[in-house]
């Protein structure tokens, strides 16, 4: 079984600023690892697929790099709208998907 | 406009079943595989089971099986999920979800159903 580890759990930070999300998986999953934000209330919604490409309709400040076991996103100035929870998934352990347990992202 | 909405949601007793639906509009339903994911109460999200295009392979979370059963009917463009003898630790909101082709994730999600296990 994969684990994904995702640090820090929580990040403080003010608009503008830039913000650094780590996932760490207990083995390779060469470059299938998802990032999706989910906001209160919302369903998650899919940011970045296969490691480092942007999903459809999502902004360019946002980006994720990595491959193997660490991974990163990267929200390069935040806005308001980016205050949020943050998931990492893989499914290297074909068919599960496992997702990592959060990073959330609030408002210093 | 893609979407997925689900229903069938509620309140039931521990041991009890119930059935939730997704529908779906905007895209070809039959040429995706489908999954239903949860997330209980203030925790993460966890991957519950999938269904193939044409339904020839499905898969469940060990947590969930020989309880749920995922099925799908394409000519409705729907999405279903039988939950049989749920427990507490069942209680969640359910959404489903599309999985993207190729890249092992889920491009579009609907915007969840409540299932509450509790006596």
């Known amino acids: 079984e994969i684990v994904l580890t995702q640090s820090p759990a929580t990040l403080s930070l003010s608009p503008g600023e830039r913000a650094t999300l780590s996932c760490r998986a207990s083995?390779?999953?060469?470059?299938?690892l998802a990032w999706y934000q989910q906001k209160p209330g919302q369903a998650p919604r899919l940011l970045i697929y296969d490691a480092s490409n942007r999903a459809t309709g999502i902004p360019a400040r946002f980006s994720g790099s990595g491959s193997g076991t660490d991974f990163t996103l990267t929200i390069s100035s935040l806005e308001p709208e980016d205050f949020a929870v943050y998931y990492c998934?893989?499914?290297?352990?074909?068919?599960?998907?496992?997702f990592g347990p959060g990073t959330k992202v609030d408002i210093k | 406009e893609v979407q997925l909405v689900e229903s069938g949601g509620g309140l039931v007793k521990p041991g009890g079943s119930l059935r939730l639906s997704c529908a779906a509009s905007?895209?070809?339903?039959?040429?995706?595989?489908m999954n239903w994911v949860r997330q209980a109460p203030g925790k993460g999200l966890e991957w519950v089971s999938s269904i193939s295009s044409s339904s020839s392979y499905i898969y469940y979370a060990d947590s969930v099986k020989g309880r749920f059963t995922i099925s799908r009917d394409n000519a409705k463009n729907s999405l279903y999920l039988q939950m049989n003898s749920l427990r507490a630790e069942d209680t969640a909101v359910y959404y489903c979800?599309?999985?993207?082709?190729?890249?092992?994730?889920?491009?579009?999600w609907g915007q969840g159903t409540t299932v509450t296990v509790s006596s």
């Open positions: 905007g895209f070809t339903f039959s040429s995706y595989s």
């Open positions: 979800a599309r999985e993207d082709s190729g890249s092992y994730c889920m491009d579009v």
């Open positions: 998934q893989q499914r290297s352990n074909w068919p599960e998907f496992t």
């Open positions: 083995q390779s999953v060469s470059s299938y």
